[in-house]
């Protein structure tokens, strides 16, 4: 298979295509803009459904109507705009109809800026809206990753008939890089007995996240726990980057990881010991091989770009049994590979 050079939101929006979205919504705001755009031109051409709402309000109950029709639908946004959005992926996940939802994550709080962020961590991963909901998150480090990350986005939200969010950043989103696209078939709709698409010769269906009788919608939330019981037993991934022999194990994700990456090869050549483990899903959070991969380390070092939100996460998975150090950034700086050898340096030193 050929490759060809895209823009990390090309190759997103391309990527959607490739998945069969039938339908896809969105409102610009950057540094996700060039989605819409690529969108705007490719989906009506193959005669699938664009539109440019008004709103993130509007682009998520967009998103809503058309996932309870049963087609492949996506939105994406970033940050301030996913902000918005959050009572209707809320609704979304209640009535139990598959959404596609990209974040290219900026700057914040606030407006903050159009640079690469990590600070949306806690609202992707742990819900976001209200409610007893858990989206599955899943967070590239390459544009190739995330070209083969939508396609399993959209595989999953058919699977559990929930949503699923794509993280990634402005870094990502807008840089270059060589991509391999699967073959363009037509959109392949499942089977779905649930779907509202008329009733003609069969009683009627109702989707709704409306339920006034406590009960009722006590069994409701029981079966989305259920749900997600088996998403944490069966979606969880993550790589492992030179940690068999590692002293000091860093664990991050996205661009972050990227620089990590770079960092240990510069390390291991200065003497230290140094490897890499990245969740790939950040919901449901893989705290079991996180856990059995510090084992093998004297000391983990958190590198996020943010004030240390996935942290949380990795002192739930290591339980105090690890020395855990942080190494962050915020508002858009990007660290340099010097930078976070500089805090690995520190980490071992403070043994």
Not at 6 to 22: F, L, Q, V
Not at 62 to 71: D, H, R
Not at 157 to 167: E, H, L, N, S, T
Not at 254 to 273: E, P
Request: with cysteine.
């Amino acid at each position: 298979m050929a490759k060809v050079l895209m823009k990390g939101n090309e190759a997103i929006a391309e990527a959607a295509i490739r998945a069969g979205c039938e339908a896809y919504f969105g409102y610009p705001i950057t540094p996700q803009t060039e989605v819409l755009e690529y969108m705007s031109a490719r989906m009506p051409a193959l005669g699938r459904a664009f539109v440019q709402a008004e709103s993130e309000l509007g682009a998520v109950n967009m998103l809503y109507g058309a996932a309870c029709t049963g087609a492949r639908a996506m939105t994406t946004t970033s940050s301030p705009g996913f902000s918005l959005m959050q009572e209707g992926l809320s609704y979304i996940a209640c009535s139990e109809v598959p959404a596609v939802v990209v974040n290219i994550m900026r700057g914040g709080p606030g407006l903050g800026n159009i640079q690469p962020a990590q600070g949306d961590y806690f609202q992707m991963t742990k819900g976001g809206g209200h409610g007893d909901y858990s989206p599955i998150v899943l967070a590239p480090s390459t544009v190739q990753e995330t070209v083969d990350l939508v396609i399993l986005a959209f595989d999953l939200a058919d699977k559990y008939r929930q949503p699923v969010y794509v993280i990634a950043d402005g870094m990502i989103g807008q840089m270059m890089e060589p991509v391999e696209l699967p073959e363009l078939k037509p959109p392949q709709r499942p089977e779905r007995p649930w779907a509202l698409t008329g009733a003609k010769g069969r009683p009627r269906n109702i989707i709704t996240s409306l339920q006034l009788d406590p009960p009722t919608l006590e069994k409701v939330n029981l079966r989305l726990q259920e749900t997600y019981k088996r998403i944490r037993e069966n979606e969880q991934r993550h790589e492992e980057y030179m940690t068999d022999d590692a002293d000091l194990l860093v664990v991050a994700y996205g661009t972050a990881a990227r620089i990590v990456k770079t960092a240990i090869a510069k390390a291991r050549r200065d003497g230290l010991k140094a490897g890499l483990f990245r969740p790939i899903t950040v919901n449901p959070y893989p705290y079991d091989t996180l856990r059995k991969a510090a084992e093998k380390a004297k000391r983990l070092l958190v590198v996020e770009l943010s004030a240390g939100q996935m942290l949380e996460d990795v002192r739930l998975a290591v339980m105090d049994k690890r020395p855990i150090h942080f190494f962050g950034k915020m508002g858009g700086v990007v660290p340099m590979p010097e930078d976070v050898v500089d805090a690995m340096k520190k980490a071992l030193a403070e043994a």
